[in-house]
């Protein structure tokens, strides 16, 4: 018997070496090479200058700016997925499939035309651009216009992780908290809301990195006016244009910093909750 | 409470859900919904609850009109096939819940609820698990929490969807008796729909028999068992024999069969002879023929499959004392010593 036994499904070893040294390779080169130059070259010349490129008035406004947006991104995507999962996964009506297909939009236009739709209606000559400078209300080039673009970027994610979770969970708690007295309210404060809520969090997170790390739409209706209406990755853009490299990659490693925060976060969650990803009872 | 429902309607888009149900429940009485799926006995109890609406007819509990009342003013207790447990709570919140979601001075007190909940999962004899989740629980003990919860806000009519339809033969055997028992125990308004034959005629007072929507027959379990007023019925309650043939001056006759059919009129019919009631003829006297396929003995009966020359596979089931006579391959010759005939 000098033949180990294998599993009728399972490779040889020399093809599995194989499979796993080619993801390896692929992992290392174009995952985590990129990331360690990030980190490497914002401390090329020490961690001085790295957090002086950070501390500067321009860069810290560009900070304020990308957390000003999340922050009103992520409540407003996190209220706009639970009322379209809920329409969706709990109640029946015609024109359903389109309003399911029209939610992923965002995933399969380029943000950089998202961003030219919102120019072509706000902008000063777009659909509105007349009435709005008449009563000098600013949405083109300034925060209303990045939060729009950044919210019409980030909507599917949150909406995408509760629908197929509502949809698991069908309408039979609901039903029973109804015909037990409960008000539609309380039916989905104590049964809805607590179903999905690792669901929500998980969504709210991949929702938030995208919001602060968008380019594409935000860049065509930001202006790029240094101070005011640069986010963090249009800071990274200009500061690396003007060859400023250590601040560039000193405000990308903090933006890094950021994914890499959320992945922890969300790995944490998973932890935590394994049963709360679909699939369990 | 006594429950009529008049003349309801509902539809599915073009399909028929409920069609002209009319039916009576009487207070403290345990009636059975029994139909093959799609006849409609789900989308009547959910009328009966509040969570479906009628288009037309009306629900009254007592001589309340409670048709396009809310599921949540009409007080039921419904209990779902699959549970429905709010599984984020534990089984004693979960029984707890239709009293904590009442308010002002309908709402009782936390000892007060602490007690109701203890009564009713001693009742269903899960006194010691209130601090569970429903993830922790057997299917059985699941279902038992759903029936607690159910109770908890003492309700007009107990509703019961499927109940037992997602536990295995033995675990709904004995939940069926414990239905019987908090039943008789509570003596609430029970309505519980199944399309297991078996559960309806043992548990119920009374069976209500649903086919496309509408009510065939309402009775005592063994009314639609001995008495069935129509085919349908008969052929569905019970095991029956099916012959397709015609009745000539008050005989019926197929290919297979020749019965006795005394005021059926002239015409196609349909007969129906159960299992258990066929004897083995003296020779002269046989209604048919069959050869013998298969002689199972179980039980106090044995069972005798087998072909007639037509090709019909017919059953028939006699006393376990008579097992010695039959053997496979044989040519038998029996007699039916009851009938069902209906015109086509």
Not at chain 1, 134 to 161: M, Y
Not at chain 2, 8 to 28: C, H, M, W
Not at chain 2, 275 to 301: D, I, K, M, Y
Request: with cysteine; hydrophobic share 50%; charged share 20%.
């Amino acid at each position: 018997m000098s033949r180990r036994m294998r599993h009728p499904t399972e490779d040889p070893a020399w093809a599995k070496a194989l499979i796993l040294a080619i993801v390896a390779v692929f992992l290392v080169s174009v995952l985590i090479l990129p990331m360690v130059t990030v980190f490497f070259e914002a401390l090329r010349k020490g961690l001085g200058p790295a957090l002086e490129a950070i501390a500067q008035e321009d860069a810290q406004a560009s900070i304020r700016l990308t957390l000003i947006t999340a922050a009103i991104t992520v409540p407003f995507n996190a209220a706009f997925g639970i009322c379209a999962a809920w329409a969706i996964a709990k109640h029946q009506f015609p024109g359903k499939a389109f309003l399911i297909t029209l939610i992923d939009l965002p995933f399969s236009v380029s943000p950089v035309v998202a961003g030219l739709i919102y120019v072509l209606v706000f902008g000063a000559q777009g659909w509105f651009g007349p009435w709005l400078i008449e009563h000098d209300i600013k949405v083109i080039f300034a925060i209303p216009g990045i939060v729009l673009a950044t919210i019409f970027v980030t909507f599917p994610f949150i909406a995408r992780e509760l629908i197929p979770l509502m949809q698991e969970q069908g309408v039979d708690e609901e039903e029973a908290a109804v015909s037990m007295g409960a008000s539609g309210l309380r039916a989905f404060w104590s049964v809805t809301a607590p179903n999905i809520r690792w669901g929500l969090l998980y969504g709210v997170l991949l929702c938030n990195a995208r919001a602060m790390g968008e380019f594409g739409a935000v860049s065509v209706v930001s202006g790029h006016i240094r101070g005011l209406t640069n986010t963090m990755p249009l800071h990274v853009e200009i500061l690396y244009n003007e060859y400023d490299f250590v601040g560039a990659f000193a405000v990308a490693a903090l933006l890094c910093f950021l994914a890499i925060a959320t992945l922890v976060l969300k790995a944490g969650l998973e932890l935590i909750q394994p049963q709360s990803r679909p699939g369990r009872h | 409470m006594t429950i009529s429902i008049r003349s309801v309607e509902k539809t599915f888009g073009r399909y028929p859900a409920l069609n002209q149900v009319s039916l009576e429940i009487a207070d403290g009485e345990l009636l059975a919904l029994l139909g093959p799926s799609g006849s409609g006995k789900t989308t009547l109890l959910r009328v009966i609850a509040g969570l479906e609406f009628p288009e037309k007819g009306q629900v009254l509990y007592g001589d309340q009109d409670m048709t396009y009342a809310s599921a949540a003013a009409r007080r039921v207790g419904f209990v779902f096939q699959q549970y429905a447990l709010f599984r984020h709570m534990t089984v004693a919140r979960n029984v707890a819940f239709g009293l904590d979601v009442r308010k002002g001075a309908d709402k009782p007190s936390k000892s007060e609820i602490a007690d109701r909940v203890n009564e009713l999962l001693n009742l269903v004899e899960l006194g010691d698990l209130g601090n569970r989740y429903p993830a922790q629980l057997s299917g059985g003990q699941r279902q038992r929490v759903a029936l607690a919860r159910a109770l908890a806000v003492n309700p007009s009519v107990l509703l019961l969807d499927e109940p037992f339809g997602a536990l295995d033969a033995t675990v709904r055997k004995s939940l069926r008796k414990e239905l019987r028992r908090i039943h008789d125990a509570t003596g609430v308004t029970t309505i519980f729909v199944t399309h297991d034959q078996e559960e309806a005629l043992e548990l119920a007072d009374r069976v209500a028999i649903l086919n496309n929507g509408a009510i065939e027959q309402v009775g005592k379990p063994h009314e639609v068992h001995d008495e069935p007023i129509g085919a349908f019925v008969c052929g569905f309650v019970g095991e029956a024999n099916r012959f397709e043939g015609a009745v000539k001056g008050g005989r019926f006759r197929s290919a297979e069969i020749e019965l006795p059919a005394q005021g059926v009129a002239d015409g196609a019919a349909v007969a129906f002879v159960r299992p258990h009631e066929f004897t083995v003829a003296t020779p002269g006297q046989e209604s048919l023929f069959l050869t013998t396929e298969r002689v199972a003995s179980s039980g106090p009966v044995v069972r005798v499959d087998g072909l007639t020359s037509g090709g019909q596979r017919i059953e028939a089931a006699f006393s376990r004392d008579l097992a010695g006579r039959f053997g496979s391959g044989e040519r038998l010759g029996l007699a039916a010593q009851r009938s069902y005939i209906f015109s086509a």
